[in-house]
């Protein structure tokens, strides 16, 4: 009543018929509880301006940009994590389904997101899991997360991200239960995802699902960037090398299919790959830093 109706604390304590401190009292309590975050958008000039020249030149639905303001880049990512949780929550009308990747800047945003009640929206995982480590910022995990926070129902994806072998693939991807999420993913409403670059501060390569070998042929073969494992080239085509034969999860096609694709990316060292994400349609609103936000406008112009 009080944030989402504007109601004053008076009139909600006469309408519960308890006394104003009481209703202040629980208000505090809702904040240092979690269930209540204020999310104050520093909107400066300049970074209204990035947004729209990202818009334009790009032809987004949305474009959010994050000040920097001297931050670290722990607290960049967290910022614009937050930024993220404030757009999806303001912008869930008539979505009952959310996909999710995998990846630090995303687990951000799932532990910043408010608790709010849509029992009705589904949740699921756009990829498969990534073995023991860091298991935080996995995409079954944030979508178990994301979904207590939805107090709504989550899909879990039971299968690894990268397999060993093809024929390994080819087996768990004949399964009716991975064959079942894998086709509400490629139908969500709204697919949150990261943007890797694999040969800069790489999270894959830094928990060892790429080895020196792969990065070597990933060089040759032109890769730029992923999105969930699937990688592609500076003008955003897919690159079909010997890992993506391997990957359980949403293809890159398939990924233009979804009726909203939000990016949420943190980090200069990814620009590069956040352009050739651009370039190959694959994104429909980008949540990112204004350091990022002005390299990618100065590589276009």
């Known amino acids: 009543m009080y ?6 604390q008076a009139q909600i304590a006469q309408k519960l018929g308890v006394s104003r401190p009481v209703i202040s009292k629980l208000l505090q309590r809702a904040k240092d509880e979690g269930i209540v975050k204020i999310y104050i958008k520093d909107e400066s000039v300049h970074t209204v301006g990035l947004e729209r020249k990202l818009e334009q030149y790009f032809d987004l639905a949305d474009a959010v940009v994050v000040p920097n303001n001297g931050l670290s880049a722990e607290r ?7 930024a993220g949780a404030s757009y999806i929550s303001n912008n869930m ?3 009952k389904s959310i996909g999710i990747s995998w990846g630090e800047t995303l687990a ?12 009705d929206i589904t949740v699921v995982p756009l990829e498969g899991g990534m073995g023991v480590k860091q298991v935080q910022i996995h995409a079954n995990q944030l979508a178990n997360e994301l979904a207590k926070k939805l107090q709504s129902t989550c899909a ?3 299968a690894p991200a990268i397999v060993e072998t093809e024929e390994l693939k080819q087996r768990l991807m004949g399964m009716e239960d991975i064959q079942t999420v894998l086709e509400i993913g490629r139908n969500v409403d709204v697919a949150l995802i990261g943007i890797g670059n694999p040969f800069d501060d790489s999270t894959l390569l830094r928990l060892g699902y790429l080895q020196e070998n792969d990065l070597a042929q990933l ?5 730029i960037g992923d999105i969930g494992f699937r990688f592609f080239d500076q003008n955003g085509k897919p690159i079909n090398d010997s890992l993506n ?19 949420v990316v943190e980090g200069e060292h990814k620009v590069a790959s956040i352009l050739g994400a651009l370039q190959g349609k694959f994104i429909d609103v980008l949540i990112t830093d204004e350091l990022t936000a002005n390299a990618i406008i ?4």
């Open 3 to 8: 944030y989402n109706d504007g109601w004053t």
């Open 76 to 82: 960049a990512k967290r910022e614009v994590g937050q």
């Open 93 to 95: 009308k008539d979505v």
């Open 108 to 119: 951000n945003l799932v532990q910043e997101y408010p608790f709010e009640r849509k029992e």
């Open 156 to 158: 879990y994806l039971y």
């Open 219 to 223: 060089r040759d073969v032109g890769a």
């Open 245 to 263: 034969t391997k990957v359980i999860g949403i293809t890159l096609e398939e990924f233009k299919g979804i009726k909203k694709v939000i990016a």
């Open 298 to 301: 100065k590589n276009i112009t």
